[in-house]
């Protein structure tokens, strides 16, 4: 027996929970279809940006999320020429309420959200619930097909929202075209049990031919090691002895604590960039990694899925609610979100050609004396890049009727 609702939404990451809990929040039936048991994995995006921190804030969840316990980054330095350290971006000088980035487990975040859709009588979360395929009646997509432990089912509504990640078989199965760009670079993440001090600022350390991002975090480090694309089983053939010299030349400081990584430690992430060529077909909305995988480059692929999850529910809410939704309607998302998606796909690809060219090198990228410092001189021009990873190019607002 098919079941109904008004709309579906496949995927409980951050932009299905985001959009789910708005559209509810806006009294339109929603249910979230998460394949997954719990919220547990390691080594998902766990950045939450100022324009994310806002949205919690207008919705009335911030002063939850501050009981999770979370790190601040507001600032990145590179080493310059001469051997000093270049600050070249500083959230900590936006004119902004949360002028920073906050490091929390991706796990409590979802939590957090859904615990607050449990309040909302429109809301639906099922988890170890799997989509297989969408639901089609004459060229539009009604719905979805699951599997969970009661067996095979249907999900029926108004609209299905992908937003089951970077190999969305939503997409697939809707066989929206897609562009697709190189990437040169693969990301190992790993955990350090150690500590570095480099509180409130995010450093890159380098070792010969090998580049990392060490995020510090309680009790440990979350590090991420930049590789060539391709290169992952060559690098396990050099043997764990090599990868552990390597993170000691970059930060000696975690000596101690790589002796007990093992190569099993380190997840490999299949970096893609892509985009789709058209978000929406009848009945069907892609937003987040499934209509645009980012790279973790930057780390702003959640708050480009987010801010996507924020202006679906504001365009959508209210056809939704009224039954009146249209192409229209869903075209406008995209409409609405291709400026920042390109904008930011075209920084990610600069930002590419330029690890290439390191990775290609000594490993090591030093800022030229000349824009050290100027940005030193300058100190305002850390806030262009810090405004276009923080809050994005495009600042989405939340339906009225969502705010608390």
């Known amino acids: 027996m098919a079941e109904g609702t008004r709309c579906v939404i ?19 039936p929603v249910t979230v279809l998460e394949k997954h048991a719990d919220f547990l994995r390691d080594f998902r995006g766990d950045t939450i940006h100022p324009s994310t921190l806002q949205l919690l804030d207008e919705i009335g969840l911030i002063s939850e999320f501050e009981k999770i316990n979370f790190s601040k980054v507001a600032q990145a330095s590179i080493p310059a ?6 600050t070249v971006l500083d959230l900590s000088r936006l004119k902004h309420p949360f002028p920073f980035i906050a490091m929390a487990p991706q796990w409590d975040f979802l939590n957090l959200l859904a615990r607050a859709g449990e309040a909302e ?4 979360l099922r988890m170890s619930t799997s989509v297989t395929d969408v639901v089609t009646e004459g060229g539009r997509i009604i719905g979805v097909k699951y599997e969970d432990s009661a067996g095979d089912g ?7 929202i992908a937003a089951d990640g970077r190999w969305s078989p939503v997409r697939e199965a809707a066989a929206l075209p897609m562009r697709e760009f190189s990437v040169p670079i693969d990301v190992w993440w790993f955990k350090i049990p150690s500590t570095v001090d480099r ?20 009790g440990y480090v979350q590090a991420a090691m930049l590789l060539p694309k391709g290169h992952d089983a060559r690098l396990r053939a050099e043997g764990v002895q090599s990868w552990r010299k390597s993170i000691i030349q970059a930060a ?7 002796q007990s990584l093992a190569l099993d430690d380190a997840k490999l992430l299949d970096v893609k960039l892509n985009r789709a060529k058209q978000w929406w077909r009848r009945g069907l909305l892609c937003i987040g990694d499934s209509a ?3 790279s973790p480059v930057g780390g702003i692929g959640i708050n480009l899925a987010v801010q996507d999850a924020v202006a679906a529910a504001r365009i959508l809410a209210r056809p939704l609610r009224e039954g009146t939704i249209s192409d229209h309607d869903v075209a406008a998302v995209q409409r609405r979100r291709t400026v920042p998606t390109v904008a930011t796909q075209m920084v990610q690809r600069v930002m590419h050609r330029g690890l290439t060219r390191v990775m290609q090198a000594s490993g090591e990228f030093r800022v030229p004396l000349p824009i050290a410092s100027a940005f030193r001189l300058f100190p305002k021009l850390t806030t262009l890049p810090a405004r276009l990873l923080g809050v994005g190019v495009l600042r989405e607002r ?6 608390r």
């Open 10 to 28: 496949v995927g409980g990451g951050p932009a299905g929970m985001v959009a789910g809990l708005l559209l509810a929040r806006s009294g339109v």
């Open 81 to 86: 020429r001469d051997g000093s350290p270049a």
């Open 121 to 124: 009588p429109n809301f639906e």
């Open 154 to 160: 249907e999900m029926r509504a108004l609209l299905t």
């Open 199 to 218: 509180k409130n600022e995010l450093t890159p350390a380098f070792a010969k031919d090998r580049s990392f991002v060490l995020i510090p975090r309680e």
């Open 252 to 258: 000696p400081e975690l000596a101690d604590g790589v």
């Open 292 to 294: 645009h995988a980012m």
């Open 398 to 403: 939340p339906p009225v009727e969502a705010c």
